[in-house]
């Protein structure tokens, strides 16, 4: 049992960590490398995002709190997205090639700043995939032609809606990184006999910050699921708090 959603979320980043290090899954069909290397990595940063909320929340750091519960819900629509909708194995080539094409883009805008022998590694690792993956490839390129840059050719909005079916929360998290709604919910001011009077920043009543955990816990919580269902591992079974 549980005294907070704070420990909570420290038993699952325990039994996640736990189970993910020094950990061997059953033999991969080699069509899987790309899906495995995709979730593993997705996995990874999920339960970087849920630590850095936890230490920021205990801090009570709402602010920045909020960029993360944005990125972490980022994530899971492309976690959902990757497994459910079309082929996995041809999404998750898909993801590292716009990650392969988007480096490219960068250095070669930069190329200043790198070695060439580094550069023209890049390009080659880059012809290489895409000849070992060209459906993938022809779908890539045709969606940046129309720049539609994210691996699925929608952005994080349309995602959510085809996969809820309706809008989801997406849109209003992004307030949290752009400061759309700060102006006049995170400051406060106050003017009477010729002085101003303000405070800045969220308080916990106004941010509710175990529902912030109990979102990205549940994020962490389902990733790992799901990949341990993919991977042949043992799933992680939540206990309820008190």
Same mark, same amino acid.
């Given at each position: 049992?549980?005294?907070?959603?704070?420990?909570?979320?420290?038993?699952?980043?325990?039994?996640?960590? *736990?189970?993910?290090?020094?950990?061997? &899954? %059953?033999?991969?069909?080699?069509?899987? =490398?790309?899906?495995?290397? =995709?979730?593993?990595?997705?996995?990874?940063?999920?339960?970087?995002?849920?630590?850095?909320?936890?230490?920021?929340?205990?801090?009570?750091?709402?602010?920045?709190?909020?960029?993360?519960?944005?990125?972490?819900?980022?994530?899971? =629509?492309?976690?959902?997205?990757?497994?459910?909708? *079309?082929?996995?194995?041809?999404?998750?080539?898909?993801?590292?090639?716009?990650?392969?094409? *988007?480096?490219?883009?960068?250095?070669?805008?930069?190329?200043?700043?790198?070695?060439?022998?580094?550069?023209?590694?890049?390009?080659?690792?880059?012809?290489?995939?895409?000849?070992?993956?060209?459906?993938?490839?022809?779908?890539?390129?045709?969606?940046?032609?129309?720049?539609?840059?994210?691996?699925?050719?929608?952005?994080?909005?349309?995602? @959510?809606?085809?996969?809820?079916?309706? %809008?989801? =929360?997406?849109?209003?998290?992004?307030?949290?990184?752009? *400061?759309?709604?700060?102006?006049?919910?995170?400051?406060?001011?106050? &003017?009477?006999?010729?002085?101003?009077?303000?405070?800045?920043?969220?308080?916990?009543?106004?941010?509710?910050?175990?529902?912030?955990?109990?979102?990205?816990?549940?994020?962490?919580?389902?990733?790992?699921?799901?990949?341990?269902?993919?991977?042949?591992?043992?799933?992680? @079974?939540?206990?309820?708090?008190?």
């Amino acid at each position: 049992m549980f005294e907070s959603e704070g420990e909570r979320i420290d038993w699952l980043i325990e039994q996640v960590e *736990g189970r993910g290090s020094n950990t061997t &899954v %059953p033999p991969l069909d080699p069509q899987d =490398i790309e899906v495995f290397h =995709i979730t593993a990595s997705w996995l990874a940063r999920c339960t970087s995002l849920t630590k850095g909320l936890l230490v920021l929340v205990r801090d009570r750091l709402y602010e920045p709190a909020g960029v993360v519960h944005r990125s972490s819900w980022e994530l899971w =629509i492309d976690w959902k997205y990757l497994l459910r909708v *079309g082929n996995r194995r041809l999404n998750a080539a898909k993801v590292l090639l716009s990650a392969q094409i *988007g480096t490219l883009e960068f250095t070669d805008f930069h190329h200043d700043a790198f070695d060439s022998g580094y550069l023209e590694r890049l390009h080659q690792n880059l012809l290489d995939f895409e000849s070992r993956h060209p459906e993938a490839s022809a779908e890539v390129r045709q969606q940046r032609r129309k720049r539609y840059f994210h691996w699925s050719g929608l952005t994080y909005s349309r995602m @959510e809606r085809e996969l809820a079916g309706e %809008p989801g =929360i997406y849109g209003a998290l992004s307030w949290e990184v752009h *400061g759309t709604v700060s102006p006049m919910r995170d400051v406060q001011l106050d &003017v009477s006999d010729n002085a101003a009077f303000f405070r800045f920043g969220q308080t916990e009543e106004t941010y509710r910050p175990d529902f912030l955990l109990f979102s990205v816990g549940g994020v962490l919580f389902h990733v790992y699921n799901d990949f341990a269902d993919m991977w042949g591992l043992q799933p992680i @079974e939540f206990r309820k708090s008190r």
